[in-house]
């Protein structure tokens, strides 16, 4: 079965730094685009980061500078290093897998709670 395992979430400080990983399995993970979303309570799902299957890597303008993005295909992961915390960076973060041009994928973790807090 595609599995996707998000960890490294939890408190942190504003200005302090988290790096999530996601763990992957049931699909060739090589292959896949593989994406960062977050959801903060009563906001819409939004994308943080993307990598694609040779490990070019996308963001937001606004994600741009703080985060980034990066996988192990020999680990099938992909991680998500944040730096320079802000409160408004709290959210439950999502792993994502697809190959949108093919029609494959749409896969999700169960996501990991990131909390920014003095």
């Known amino acids: 079965q595609v599995q996707l395992v998000e960890s490294g979430g939890g408190l942190v400080q504003p200005g302090g730094s988290l790096r999530l990983s996601c763990t992957a399995s049931g699909f060739t993970f090589s292959r896949y685009v593989m994406s960062w979303y977050r959801q903060a309570p009563g906001k819409e799902r939004e994308l943080v980061a993307v990598t694609s299957a040779g490990g070019s890597t996308n963001y937001p303008d606004s994600m741009k500078g703080r985060f980034t993005i990066s996988r192990d295909n020999a680990k099938n992961t992909v991680y998500l290093q944040m730096n320079s915390l802000k409160p408004e960076d709290t959210a439950v973060y999502y792993c994502?897998?697809?190959?949108?041009?093919?029609?494959?994928?749409?896969?999700w973790g169960q996501g990991t709670q990131v909390t920014v807090s003095s």
């Open positions: 994502h897998a697809a190959i949108p041009a093919r029609g494959f994928g749409d896969y």
